[in-house]
């Protein structure tokens, strides 16, 4: 029999859909949540928004049932007699910082005070939810082991936020189980942290790759692996354009010399130039409005006046990166 090509339902796309609209493709600044990643080379593919990573509906989803957690957790917390600030009663945002003139930042799910453990101390509050087999290694090796990054973006937050505790709560999605584990600062790891961040924002080119396998799981599961190792030219951005460079506030384009907003720099505009490690090839020639390239397939292509700008590269080297 022959296999019917799978189908949803209308309604059920209708939803992924208005997940999917509106969406920002990119982060303007690089995230604490991100800093304890091990690849700097991503961290800075990332900041330079060199691949698109377009969610689908589904996964998008999923992510706003992770944030309908936290509000839980901090109804839940409330509750037993804990007191929650999650936001700014001013501002109606959530707490957090920002550091290296607005390029790293972060947002905190709050800030408690009477969490059993140590009632007299403010903790930093981190809630996430788990699946079944990764809860399972939670409880057996606790937060720092199980989810480095988690580790980091906690310790980078109490540092900056001068908080003695963090308290780290999670939910096992399959079962409802919970999960608490206290904190303490870790200065020193906190500064490896910043240093690392100022190393990523202050780099004109790619950092070290963790791997140059591209079979490597955590270069299989990153969503700058076309742009890593598999040749493809990166996005078309002014983040990408050999001509930017972030300054205090925001970023500068050196050729017209303007600070550019993100909406601009979203756009890039028609003289923008590769970053040549953004390309796959060696540059053999280049000049005020152009870059010439030997790529890897043989190829030879300028990029700029007289030749292709980035746009074409793009369209004629490049495919898409959707995560289903
Ligand atoms: S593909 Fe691998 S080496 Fe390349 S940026 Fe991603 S994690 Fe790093
Ligand atoms: S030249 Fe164009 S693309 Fe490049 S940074 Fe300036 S505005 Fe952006």
Not at 72 to 83: A, D, M, S
Not at 222 to 247: F, G, I, K, M, Y
Request: hydrophobic share 30%; charged share 25%.
């Amino acid at each position: 029999m022959a296999v019917l090509p799978e189908r949803n339902s209308p309604t059920v796309e209708a939803i992924y859909n208005k997940h999917e609209s509106g969406r920002y493709p990119y982060r303007p600044h690089l995230g604490a949540s991100l800093i304890g990643r091990e690849c700097e080379r991503e961290l800075w593919y990332t900041f330079r928004w060199c691949s698109m990573n377009f969610h689908s509906g589904r996964i998008l989803r999923l992510f706003d049932t992770g944030q309908r957690e936290e509000e839980r957790f901090v109804e839940e917390l409330r509750t037993i007699g804990i007191e929650v600030h999650d936001q700014d009663e001013e501002t109606g945002k959530q707490y957090g910082f920002s550091d290296f003139g607005g390029h790293f930042g972060g947002s905190i799910d709050g800030v408690a005070l009477g969490i059993l453990e140590a009632p007299k101390t403010w903790h930093l509050l981190e809630f996430k939810t788990y699946n079944d087999k990764r809860f399972a290694l939670l409880k057996q090796h606790g937060v720092k082991q199980t989810s480095p990054e988690h580790y980091a973006q906690m310790v980078v937050y109490m540092d900056y936020l001068g908080l003695k505790r963090a308290f780290y709560l999670a939910v096992n999605k399959n079962t409802d189980e919970l999960y608490g584990e206290l904190l303490k600062p870790d200065p020193e790891f906190a500064n490896l942290l910043k240093q690392k961040a100022e190393r990523i924002l202050s780099a004109d080119r790619p950092l070290t790759k963790i791997s140059d396998d591209p079979e490597f799981w955590k270069c299989r599961f990153c969503s700058h692996r076309l742009v890593c190792h598999e040749d493809q030219p990166a996005e078309v951005n002014c983040r990408t354009c050999l001509h930017s460079e972030p300054v205090e506030g925001g970023w500068h384009c050196m050729k017209h010399n303007q600070l550019l907003t993100t909406e601009e720099q979203l756009r890039g505009c028609n003289d923008h130039l590769y970053i040549p490690d953004l390309l796959p090839g060696e540059v053999v020639d280049a000049g005020d409005d152009h870059v010439n390239y030997q790529f890897n397939d043989g190829t030879t292509v300028r990029n700029g006046r007289g030749g292709m700008n980035s746009k074409q590269i793009l369209i004629r080297y490049g495919t898409t990166n959707i995560s289903a």
